[in-house]
């Protein structure tokens, strides 16, 4: 069985840093694609970035490009969220989401945010006052 589990939410000052940890089990982490997504108050869910364990290959959306870092630890086999430079828009419950497949999605490529992740965390809540 598959568990996905986030951690190091929080609240921040605009301008501060967190980091989110996303511990994996029940799969070979070390060949999956590893998501993160997160949902602001009355929005959709939308991808923040992903890393290709198996390529160490990461992909961000264009509105925290310099600002957050994937990076895992596959001995761990947790994925972690850097996040400096935090902004008030950043609020939102974040998500780590593992596909049902090794096969896809590919971290580099345009649509691994609309691919189908089948694994998901609970959530962790990141807060950001200015």
């Known amino acids: 069985e598959v568990q996905v589990v986030e951690s190091g939410g929080g609240s921040v000052q605009a301008g501060g840093s967190l980091r989110l940890s996303c511990t994996a089990s029940?799969?070979?982490?070390?060949?999956?694609?590893i998501a993160w997504f997160r949902q602001a108050p009355g929005k959709e869910r939308d991808g923040v970035g992903c890393?290709?364990?198996?390529?160490?290959?990461?992909n961000y959306v264009d509105s925290v490009k310099g600002r957050f870092t994937i990076s895992s630890d596959n001995a761990k086999s947790t994925t972690y969220l850097q996040m400096n430079s935090l902004k008030p828009e950043d609020k939102a419950v974040y998500y780590c989401?593992?596909?049902?497949?090794?096969?896809?999605?590919?971290?580099?490529?345009?649509?691994?945010?609309?691919?189908?992740?089948?694994?998901w965390g609970q959530g962790t809540q990141v807060t950001v006052y200015s």
């Open positions: 989401a593992v596909p049902s497949s090794h096969f896809g999605p590919i971290c580099g490529a345009p649509g691994w945010d609309g691919f189908t992740y089948t694994n």
């Open positions: 029940g799969f070979a982490f070390d060949d999956y694609v």
């Open positions: 890393i290709s364990n198996s390529e160490d290959i990461t």
